[in-house]
């Protein structure tokens, strides 16, 4: 945000004015009361009273039900520099500066506390919502009939605009700068946003995450069905309704992880921990966009194929509430849900999954998912938990050995398919499939050491994909699998 004074010095409020700051979208680039209804999700104990508090008292009542202290963090909330700077500056005049918030008192009172920068705090409290004309009533009564000034950002705001002496602005909308624009208000700050919704949901939704979902295709490779063009027009729309439900699920997964995104060193840029999106943005894209993969779903592809699609957003909202914080089961989750991917790919080609196939692929993906624990816990100390994750720094040589020993378990699968009567019948030089174990070898034991040297992201998928030597791996190994299927030999190897 870009701040500008547009007022001449010689009409700027003096030391007998006070200053009232907004909250929500002004201090904050985000809604406290969001945030604790979100949180408040993953607490399902909690629903019958909050629903009972919003009956009894409105929003007032919601927003006091939603309090947990335990779990409201302001030092992590992602401030707005303009205003801090500008109510620094306030103080530094002399004058009275004040939190006016429609936030339940206890969570204003909570960030008045860290900021320790008011003298003050007028918010809603238990059958009060201070929110439009009751905030301007407030604010009037506290001032004692002297001129005030206000910063804040939304239409709701415009009523007290027009009763301030001084006003500033942030991220105003259309409507605000018209409205300011009719009443003539001095304006003493204007706090100008870069946020952008569609921009920031784009983010959000990790499109460059949609490589994962051309684990789809597998099924179509290894059945080499590839030539049927009804097959690879099921494969691609499978393709497009995974990676739509995943945007879902990713959204979702960043809405419930806000808190432990912002203690990360890189993901506390993320949309909803930067407050580039508000929480109840991202839900509402969330629902549609899981609604819109699974209408797509249904309407395109064989209705088994839409059913994988429940059973792996289901498992993924389990994940993301409750699952992720247990160890071992969430790695577990992790290859189960990655392995779905392939068996949806099948369904939606009509093809069988063979045993071999989900047993290697269980045992690669959850070694995948070891090696993504196991990158975290090397980047904290060994008595640090790891945020949201039931992992201590400690444990850090136990993570890598279940990976490498999952690792190993895949590379085993893998060369017991390649000695069965299947791979024999169903490859005419099956023998050039014992090439691709090496290569897989090489792969995972490859990346599992750049790890340890710190040398691979926060996603070992992605280094995957985007990682020359890996790209070079894998397409050798579609290439190996191709001429296996079509070129003949006789056999060297009994």
Known sequence: MNAAPTSPASSAPGADNPLYVDLDGTLIRTDAAQELLIESLKM?????????????????????????????RPELLPYNDDVLAYMRQARAQGRRVMLATAADRRAAEAVAAHLGLFDGVLASELGRNLKGGAKLEAI???????????????????????????????????????????????ATLVSHSD??????????????????????????????????????????MAFVCVSILASSVYLANDLVDIEADRRHRSKRNRPFASGAV?????????????????????????????????????MTTAYSFVLKRFSTIDTIVLGMLYTLRIVAGAAACGIAVSSWLLTFS????????????????????????????????????????????????AMLTLAQYMSSATASQTYGAADLLWLVLPLMMFWIYRTWMWACRGKIGD?????????RISQLT?????????AARYLTMEPLIQ
């Open 44 to 72: 399902p104990a909690r629903w019958p009273g909050i629903l009972r508090a919003g009956r009894q008292d409105g929003r007032s009542g919601i927003k006091h039900a939603l309090w947990d202290e335990a779990r409201f």
């Open 140 to 186: 009037e009564a506290d001032a004692g009939g002297k001129a005030f000034e206000y910063l804040g950002d939304n239409r709701a705001d415009i009523p007290i605009w027009n009763r301030a002496g001084w006003a500033g602005f942030v991220a105003p909308s259309g409507a605000v700068e018209e409205a300011r624009r009719r009443s003539g208000t001095r």
């Open 195 to 236: 946020r952008s919704l569609p921009r920031g949901l784009w983010k959000a939704m990790r499109p460059h995450q949609w490589s994962k979902n051309v684990l789809v295709f597998v099924p179509l490779l290894l059945s080499h069905q590839y030539g049927h063009p009804g097959a690879l027009l099921a494969a691609v």
């Open 278 to 314: 508000l929480p109840v943005e991202g839900a509402g894209a969330a629902l549609g966009l899981a609604a819109l993969a699974l209408l797509l779903a249904f309407l395109t592809l064989p209705a088994k194929f839409g059913a994988i699609l429940l059973v792996y957003l289901a």
């Open 362 to 409: 269980l045992f690669f993906f959850v070694s995948l998912a070891y090696l993504k624990r196991a990158i975290e816990l090397d980047r904290v100390e060994e008595t640090t938990k790891l945020p949201s994750r039931n992992y201590w720094g400690a444990e850090l040589a136990t993570v890598r050995a279940f990976g490498i020993a999952n690792a190993a378990a």
């Open 459 to 467: 996603d070992p998928v992605i280094f995957a994909v985007t990682d």
């Open 474 to 482: 894998f397409a050798a190994t579609v290439l190996l699998v191709i």
